[in-house]
Nanobody, 113 residues
């Protein structure tokens, strides 16, 4: 059974940086697209960035130029720089595997002003 485990969240001041990691375990096969989503209190979950198995990336306009997604097979990373208070949210890892989307449990990112 595929499981996604995120790590790297925390509290950071505005302008700072954090790096999130997501490890997909439970299979020898590679995930298809992996991505990061976030959900702030009172808001819907939104896509932050995705990366295909071939390395093609896509970013939300709100994070372009500040966040970088990368992956090493079944581990995905989200390097977040120039963080803003509005980036505060629970960040979730997502992976497409065998036509099903899998989700991690989420990691809290809090950016103080």
């Amino acid at each position: 059974q595929v499981q996604l485990v995120e790590s790297g969240g925390g509290l950071v001041q505005a302008g700072g940086s954090l790096r999130l990691s997501c490890v997909a375990s439970g299979t020898i096969f590679s995930m298809n697209t992996m991505g990061w989503y976030r959900q702030a209190p009172g808001k819907e979950r939104e896509q932050v960035a995705t990366i295909t198995e071939g390395g093609v990336t896509n970013y939300a306009d709100s994070v372009k130029g500040r966040f970088t997604i990368s992956r090493d097979r079944n581990t995905a990373y989200l390097q977040m720089s120039s963080l803003k208070p509005e980036d505060t949210a629970v960040y979730y890892c997502n992976a497409l595997f065998r036509a099903a989307y899998r989700w991690g449990q989420g990691t809290q990112v809090t950016v103080s002003s």
